[in-house]
């Protein structure tokens, strides 16, 4: 059975609760993006188990759209898409190196999956990302062009031409960073396709190798209109709309487990320890 047959564009829109006109156009797009990224979490609470998470379509769709599950990068925008090819839209998946943290792009692997999205009648392919767990991840699709700021959903974005020796041009998506009051990098990328079995081998390193900080401790996210929520280990970390951050650590594994059920709208899988 192909992804086509297997997936259902009807239950996946009505998990993200959108209800809009079916149209390949840039409403459309920016709508089901906000709307994916407003619904879904993002959780490695698979790696954490030590097993990496199938990319498979029936997987992802019994996982996170007919389950109380979230994902990582490689199923969340996987599953976006699946969606926007349902719609009409012609995706084409990037790979990218994650800044955040690091000193260079060079001194990270190529382990962030991110969607270059076609949109009749615009003069540029858009960047769209529903799958990377950080503060300064996209809310909205942005036009894959330098020299412009974006704001939308309350967060500012930017595309920046890094410099490098290799043959393609290597773009930086950096977020307005308001308590620092600067742009911060968050990830680099070339326009490159990828295909799907590219992202096999990248999930599975991600999430089994002994190294990798996924399988290390749940890292999970969850944006609402109003509030970015993290669980990082144990720290509990709420930023409002406004900037104002507070933390907590917690110390019990039947809070830990409360947390993620009730913040972050997580169904925490069997046998999983969340504070070991």
């Excluded at 996987?78 to 719609?87: C, D, H, N």
């Excluded at 991110?114 to 009648?121: D, I």
């Excluded at 490159?192 to 999930?203: G, S």
């Excluded at 720290?235 to 104002?244: H, I, N, S, V």
Aim: aromatic share 8%.
């Amino acid at each position: 059975m192909s992804d086509t047959e297997q997936y259902d564009l009807d239950a996946y829109l009505d998990r993200i609760g959108w209800k809009g006109a079916r149209r390949a156009d840039l409403a459309t797009l920016r709508d089901v993006h906000l709307a994916h990224a407003l619904s879904l979490p993002f959780e490695n609470l698979d790696p954490v188990r030590g097993a990496a998470p199938s990319l498979a379509t029936a997987d992802l769709m019994a996982k996170m759209v007919h389950g109380r599950r979230g994902g990582y990068c490689y199923e969340h925008n996987t599953l976006l898409r699946l969606a926007l090819e349902a719609l009409g839209f012609r995706v084409t998946p990037l790979a990218g190196r994650v800044v955040v943290g690091a000193g260079t792009p060079e001194s990270r692997p190529r382990t962030h999956a991110m969607l270059q999205v076609e949109v009749a009648g615009e003069p540029q392919p858009y960047l769209a990302d529903v799958g990377f767990g950080a503060p300064g991840a996209l809310l909205l699709p942005v036009p894959l062009v330098t020299g412009a700021e974006w704001e939308g959903a309350g967060r500012r974005h930017r595309l920046v031409r890094l410099s490098h020796h290799g043959p393609l041009e290597l773009l930086e998506l950096q977020a307005y960073d308001r308590r620092a009051g600067d742009w911060a990098g968050q990830y680099a990328f070339t326009r490159e396709p990828f295909a799907p079995v590219d992202f096999e081998v990248f999930n599975w390193f991600v999430g089994t190798h002994p190294r990798s900080p996924f399988t290390r401790r749940p890292y999970l996210q969850r944006t609402t209109a109003g509030r970015h929520l993290s669980l990082d280990g144990a720290r509990f970390t709420e930023t409002l709309a406004d900037g104002t951050v507070t933390e907590r650590t917690l110390t019990e594994e039947a809070e830990a487990r409360r947390v993620v059920a009730e913040e972050f709208g997580i169904e925490v899988p069997d046998g999983t320890v969340l504070l070991g």
